[in-house]
């Protein structure tokens, strides 16, 4: 039997499905030093809130799309006793998915994902690992990674927007 209070709920499906994909190049320029480019895609599908409590909780949200550009080296020195990677790269986030925690109208709680916008993250690594003498090995290593995030129509400014959207 069907239950009056969800009478207005209707059934919903989701169908996405998109290829990724990744393409890189590496140069061997000895032995011991690869340098590479590489150019990938990334995708989290979209959806709607699969649990709501009631129609004020169904809503949906489009996919996230990524695009990431690296370039880097891998190189070995010593008789492969030291070993330096390094690493630069820019990932490029379009319609990025985000968890809002919030209470409807009705005052019941849900997880509400909205797309809040763009960003890039661009960066460095730096990797070492040595060697020195037998039984010993050393690791190091050093990110640096500049985010900037560009909100889109309807973001959430928190903590002007108030604990119930974004916590105390």
Same mark, same amino acid.
């Given at each position: 039997?069907?239950?009056?209070?969800?009478?207005?709920?209707?059934?919903?499906?989701? %169908?996405?499905? %998109?290829?990724?994909?990744?393409?890189?190049?590496?140069?061997?320029?000895?032995?011991?030093?690869?340098?590479?480019?590489?150019?990938?895609?990334?995708? %989290?599908?979209?959806?709607?809130?699969?649990?709501?409590?009631?129609?004020?909780? =169904? !809503?949906?949200?489009?996919?996230?799309?990524?695009?990431?550009?690296?370039?880097?080296?891998?190189?070995?020195?010593?008789?492969?006793?030291?070993? =330096?990677?390094?690493?630069?790269?820019?990932?490029?986030?379009? %319609? #990025?998915?985000?968890?809002?925690?919030? #209470?409807?109208?009705?005052?019941?709680?849900?997880?509400?994902?909205?797309?809040?916008?763009?960003?890039?993250?661009?960066?460095?690594?730096?990797?070492?690992?040595?060697?020195? #003498?037998?039984?010993?090995? #050393?690791?190091?290593?050093?990110?640096?990674?500049?985010?900037?995030?560009?909100?889109?129509?309807?973001?959430?400014?928190?903590?002007?927007? !108030?604990?119930?959207?974004?916590?105390?």
């Amino acid at each position: 039997p069907e239950c009056p209070a969800n009478a207005a709920l209707h059934p919903n499906i989701a %169908r996405a499905g %998109r290829p990724d994909w990744r393409a890189g190049v590496d140069y061997h320029v000895n032995d011991d030093i690869m340098t590479y480019f590489q150019f990938a895609t990334g995708y %989290r599908t979209g959806g709607f809130n699969s649990r709501p409590f009631d129609t004020l909780q =169904l !809503g949906s949200y489009q996919p996230e799309n990524l695009k990431n550009f690296e370039v880097g080296a891998k190189t070995e020195f010593f008789d492969h006793r030291l070993r =330096l990677n390094a690493s630069v790269f820019d990932m490029n986030y379009n %319609r #990025i998915i985000t968890p809002l925690a919030q #209470i409807d109208s009705e005052g019941n709680p849900w997880t509400h994902y909205v797309n809040s916008g763009s960003a890039k993250d661009r960066g460095f690594e730096l990797e070492a690992t040595a060697a020195p #003498i037998d039984n010993l090995v #050393i690791d190091a290593s050093y990110s640096l990674v500049n985010l900037s995030a560009n909100p889109g129509a309807g973001a959430v400014d928190c903590p002007s927007d !108030g604990p119930l959207v974004c916590g105390p």
